[in-house]
C-alpha cells in the first residue's frame, strides 16, 4: 500500500526537532512503515537493528532489499565489518550525530529498529554501570568456555530473573556484561536501568507495531524459509573463517554454523533459527512494553492512521 501524498509534505506547523521512533518484533513490518512514513514526511531513515550494521551479513539479519533502500536514505545500514570493535556507546554518540545534521534540513527524522537498547541509546542515553573488576569478568569468560552458556544463563535467571527475560540471552557477551554487574555489586542487572534520562534536542514519537502472538511466530517462521530459499545458508558457510566474532554469535548464523561443523542437521539447524527467533521477539516485547510512551498498533492498521497519530502529536 502506498500513500497518495508523499513528499512535497508542508512541515510550516512544527518547528520542533523530531524523532519517529519505529519499534516491535522482528518480523512484524516495521522495515515497510518506516519506508512510508519517510516518503509521507520527506524524511530520512536511521536503522537502529544492530545485526544490520555489518556490511557481511545481509540475508540472516533481514536487511532490507535494494528497493526498499532506494525508496528513502537510509543510514547505518551495512556500514561496519563484523571485524570493527562497535558497540552501543558508540552507535549512540554516532546517531545522535547523524540525526543533528539530519535536522538541519528536515524537522523530521525516522528510525526503525527492533533492538531495544539501541533505540534507548539514542532517545533516552545509555544507563550508568559502576567499574567491574577483571577477574569477574576473567572467570565468567571461562565458565562460558568449560560449562557452556547455558550454566551462565542459569545463574543470571537466579540473581536476576527480569534481565533474563529482557535481555539477548543467546548472546554470550550480553549475558556476561549483566553477570558481572550482579555479582561485583550485589545489585541485579536491572537495577541500573532506571537512571535519568539524557536530555535530548528532539522530541521522540514512539510507535509500535504488534499482533497476535501466533501471527508473530507465523510470520518468522515464513521469513526463515524465505531466508534460507534466498540463499542463507551459503552467506553463512562464506563467513566460517570469522565464526567466533561476536557479530555473528546470533540467530540465523550460530545454528547454522551447527551444521556446518557437523553437529546438527540442516533440518533441525533450520528449526533452531526459528525457535532461538521466536524467543527473541518475545524478548523484544518484553522490553518495549516497559515505555508507556510507545503508541501501539496492530501491523495491518492503515498507515494514515498512524500519520494522523504522529500529527496529533506533532501540533
Given amino acids: 500500500m502506498m500513500l497518495n501524498s508523499v513528499i512535497n509534505v508542508d512541515f510550516n506547523y512544527t518547528m520542533t526537532k523530531v524523532l519517529i521512533s519505529i519499534v516491535g518484533p522482528t518480523a512484524i513490518g516495521k522495515t515497510a512503515l518506516s519506508i512510508k512514513l519517510a516518503q509521507h514526511f520527506n524524511a530520512e531513515i536511521i536503522s537502529a537493528d544492530s545485526r544490520q550494521f555489518y556490511k557481511e551479513m545481509s540475508i540472516g539479519t533481514a536487511v532490507p532489499f535494494e528497493e526498499e533502500l532506494n525508496a528513502a536514505p537510509h543510514h547505518f545500514i551495512q556500514n561496519k565489518s563484523i571485524e570493527d570493535d562497535y558497540n552501543v556507546g558508540d552507535f549512540e554518540r554516532d546517531a545522535i550525530s547523524k540525526i543533528s545534521v539530519l535536522h538541519e534540513k528536515n524537522p523530521i527524522v525516522v528510525m526503525v529498529g527492533g533492538s531495544g537498547l539501541y533505540v534507548k541509546a539514542v532517545t533516552k542515553g545509555l544507563d550508568y ?20 552458556l547455558i550454566h551462565l544463563q542459569e545463574q543470571l535467571k537466579s540473581l536476576d530473573s527480569e534481565a533474563y527475560e529482557t535481555i539477548a540471552i ?27 534520562e539524557k536530555t535530548r ?25 524465505l531466508m534460507i530459499a534466498n540463499g542463507l545458508l551459503a552467506e553463512v558457510k562464506s563467513l566460517t573463517p570469522y565464526k567466533h566474532h561476536n557479530a555473528l554469535n546470533t540467530v540465523g548464523y550460530k545454528e547454522l554454523f551447527q551444521f556446518i561443523d557437523g553437529h546438527w542437521t540442516l533440518e533441525f539447524a533450520i528449526s ?33 492512521e498512524i500519520i494522523n497519530h504522529i500529527s496529533s502529536q506533532l501540533n
Avoid at 549483566?178 to 555479582?183: H, S, T, V, Y
Avoid at 499482533?211 to 521469513?223: G, K, P, V
Avoid at 532461538?276 to 492498521?301: G, H, M, P, Y
Fill in 201 to 225: 534536542n528532539f522530541k521522540t514519537i514512539s510507535i509500535g507495531l504488534n499482533s497476535e502472538r501466533s501471527t508473530i511466530y507465523n510470520r518468522i517462521n515464513q521469513r526463515v524459509d
Fill in 129 to 148: 554501570f559502576p567499574e567491574v573488576e577483571t577477574h569477574i569478568r576473567t572467570d565468567l569468560n571461562l565458565q562460558l568456555e568449560e560449562k557452556g
Fill in 170 to 196: 543467546e548472546n554470550p557477551k550480553r549475558v556476561i556484561r549483566a553477570l558481572e554487574i550482579c555479582i561485583s555489586t550485589g545489585k541485579p542487572y536491572s537495577s541500573f536501568l532506571t537512571n535519568p
Fill in 272 to 304: 533452531e533459527i526459528k525457535k532461538n527467533t521466536r524467543r527473541f521477539a518475545k524478548r523484544q516485547l518484553t522490553w518495549f512494553r516497559k515505555d508507556d510512551s510507545i503508541a501501539w498498533f496492530d501491523f495491518e492498521t492503515n498507515v494514515d
